[in-house]
């Protein structure tokens, strides 16, 4: 059984960057792709980035491109979620997700294609 557990949530200033952390542990990451979605307060769920098995193709909501990057490091069994320009409205708690099967065109930013999520870790940026 796949474990994901994230780190590196905390307060940050707006503007300010903070670098999210999902390590896997049970399997080999490398046999999936991971998603990061977040949570605000009295909001869905929502995807923010998707990163392919090998890292090579990676995916981002209209809401966090060219602010946030994805990333992957599957020798440390490891997804990173590097966030710059933060802002109040990025304020949520982040979890990643596992998916086993292929995902293709949008179909990244549905739920119910992960089958393993972790517990999650929260960011708040401050106005």
């Known amino acids: 059984q796949l474990q994901l557990v994230e780190s590196g949530g905390g307060l940050v200033h707006t503007g300010g960057s903070l670098r999210l952390s999902c390590a896997a542990s049970?399997?080999?990451?490398?046999?999936?792709?991971i998603g990061w979605f977040r949570q605000a307060p009295g909001r869905e769920r929502e995807g923010v980035a998707w990163i392919s098995h090998s890292g090579t193709v990676t995916k981002y909501s209209d809401s966090v491109q060219d602010r946030f990057t994805i990333s992957r490091d599957n020798a440390k069994n490891t997804v990173f979620l590097q966030m710059n320009n933060l802002k109040p409205e990025d304020t949520a708690k982040y979890s990643c997700a596992a998916a086993k099967i292929p995902l293709y065109g949008g179909s990244w930013v549905k739920e119910q294609m992960y089958d393993y999520w972790g517990q999650g870790t929260q960011v708040i940026v401050s106005s």
């Open positions: 049970g399997l080999f990451l490398d046999d999936y792709t």
